[in-house]
């Protein structure tokens, strides 16, 4: 069984940019969830995709969007980058989004904007 | 609005002593699930357990232990004989019943076993 992958491990990037982060959901998963984690908290929500469609969303700002594609795997898009989005940014996964199903978290993409 | 509190920032014991680490949570729904994650160093959040709200009855397995008591909204963990492999950080987090599936984590507790 193959876990949930993300890529890539590591990124910098410099404020106003726009990054792309990538996550391949675990074999028989068709639900994507993405968090943000922030040096020393607890991870935030941002949003879930289920069925290519987003169907929850946190409080974050819309330069914060995603895809689900049809193999289930994701990506997150952040635009215009501020310094506040230096985190780890975590994607799980789940069967059916049900909301008593574990979440698998794959190893996160530690983001740093200078 | 849902909320979990974990009071208890960081842990340090020596091996083979108990430790318990404790969690308040705070939501209007009369169905919910609660759950703990481990996240070691790697940064992968590792999934230890999932309660629903409607079963209070304790959960063992192995040296790991859960007490959910819902009339003081808790859901404690307790390690026994604890190892330096325990070493992590801790998040107990809830979801509820409606809308998509989102987990509020608390802050987490930091664990260290010391040798």
């Known amino acids: 069984e193959t876990g949930v992958t993300q890529s890539p491990t590591h990124l910098i990037k410099t404020r106003g940019q726009q990054v792309t982060l990538r996550c391949s959901s675990q074999s028989g998963h068709n639900t994507v969830s993405w968090y943000q984690q922030a040096l020393g908290q607890g991870p935030q929500f941002i949003f879930q995709y289920y069925r290519e469609e987003e169907n929850g969303r946190g409080n974050f700002p819309p330069r914060f969007s995603g895809l689900q594609f049809p193999n289930y795997s994701s990506e997150l898009n952040v635009n215009a980058l501020e310094l506040d989005d230096s985190a780890l940014y975590l994607c799980?996964?789940?069967?059916?989004?049900?909301?008593?199903?574990?979440?698998?978290f794959g190893n996160g993409t530690r983001l740093t904007v200078t | 609005a849902q909320k979990v509190t974990q009071a208890q920032t960081e842990i340090s014991v020596v091996e083979k002593e108990d430790v318990t680490l404790d969690c308040v949570y705070e939501t209007r729904d009369t169905t919910y699930y609660l759950f703990w994650y481990k996240q070691p160093p790697s940064g992968e959040l590792v999934f230890l357990i999932r309660r629903n709200s409607f079963d209070e009855q304790n959960e063992i397995s192995g040296r790991y232990s859960w007490n959910f008591q819902k009339s003081t909204s808790s859901f404690n963990f307790t390690i026994t004989a604890s190892q330096v492999v325990d070493s992590a950080v801790y998040f107990c987090?809830?979801?509820?019943?409606?809308?998509?599936?989102?987990?509020?984590f608390g802050q987490g507790t930091r664990l260290t076993i010391n040798p």
């Open positions: 987090a809830l979801s509820e019943a409606q809308g998509a599936q989102k987990l509020v």
């Open positions: 799980a996964s789940s069967f059916g989004g049900r909301r008593n199903s574990p979440l698998h």
